[in-house]
């Protein structure tokens, strides 16, 4: 960390340094002006000069040529970054005999910091912490966290949808009734280039009975469905996608967590649940393009219009 985080500090420095050497002010004058003492901008230049070390301020091969100082100055750095304040060495600092150890045991077996641990611990007899070698791998690049993938790779790419049923989301939403604590389930599916949305009210939650909804959702419209996109919800497992291959259709689910998908899905979404909430059934329409609240809809409605 540096001696002071204060963004504005290269500014001033640079501010400095050119009253020093653009307008060849006194020392004494700078250092009165920008409120530091006299050494320290002169130490102040010589980090400059040696920050501008490859720019040539002379003229060797025609000595007696003159030429413009301003010219060379354009050429210049003059933000000059704060030194950091962290100690050259430290008393309490790990050896280097075990940084390289730390290191061949992560190259050797491949596996995580804390196998590299215990393995330093119980077979070496390292007494070292756990966080010191998280610590070794991290300085090192060799500790990269969740080395697993967040979306498989046979995964096909979201298309941009440029004609009807190149692109379908689907999404349940789960109700229970304030009063008499029943459960329903809204299964939503909508076209996202028709806006044409198809809402269906179910008692349980299956795979069987979402892709039924994918199904009955294409009978309804008049136009095949070339991908749908679910998020990783239980009704959206394994057999619900065997079901859509059997229609030769592309299932794409989305590996970024339920809250990611549910935000990608929810301004597509919400208002076919809002009309299914009003209906009762199941329906069909064109859908604007708006984002309404879920809690609004869910509590503008009877629990009568969802028996």
């Known amino acids: 960390m540096a001696y002071s985080i204060n963004p504005n500090l290269p500014r001033a420095r640079a501010f400095a340094l050119k009253l020093l050497i653009v307008e060849k002010r006194p020392l004494s004058v ?12 002169w ?10 070390k490859n720019v040539q301020f002379d003229n060797p091969n025609r000595p007696s040529r003159i030429f413009s100082f301003k010219n060379k100055l354009h050429a210049c750095k003059w933000l000059i970054s704060t030194t950091s304040s962290r100690p050259h060495t430290c008393s309490h600092a790990i050896s280097e005999e075990i940084v390289r150890r730390v290191m061949e045991l992560r190259h050797t077996l491949k596996r995580c910091a804390e196998v590299v641990w215990h393995h330093l611990r119980v077979e070496d007899g390292i007494q070292v912490s ?25 995964n096909p790419r979201r298309p941009q949808p440029t004609y009807p049923g190149e692109l379908v989301q689907t999404d349940t939403i789960h109700y229970i009734c304030p009063q008499t604590y029943q459960r329903r389930y809204v299964y939503t599916v909508i076209d996202l280039y028709s806006r044409i949305a198809y809402v269906e009210i179910h008692d349980h939650i299956r795979p069987g009975i979402a892709a039924d909804v994918i199904m009955r959702a294409q009978s309804y419209g008049s136009f095949r469905f070339s991908m749908v996109q679910a998020d990783n919800g239980p009704e959206y497992s394994r057999y619900f996608e065997q079901r859509l291959r059997v229609l030769v259709y592309r299932f794409d689910t989305v590996g970024l967590g339920d809250q990611m998908t549910m935000l990608t899905l929810n301004g597509s979404t919400e208002l076919s649940k809002k009309n299914a909430s009003e209906t009762g059934s199941a329906a069909m329409w064109t859908a604007p393009p708006c984002k309404l609240r879920l809690t609004n809809i869910l509590s503008s409605t009877t629990p009568n219009e969802y028996t």
């Open 30 to 41: 700078v250092a009165n002006r920008c409120g530091v003492h006299r050494s320290t901008v």
């Open 43 to 52: 130490r102040w230049k010589r980090k400059w000069f040696e920050l501008n």
């Open 130 to 154: 756990l966080s010191s070698v998280r610590r070794i791998l991290k300085r090192n690049h060799a500790f990269d966290g969740a080395r697993k993938n967040r979306v498989r790779p046979d």
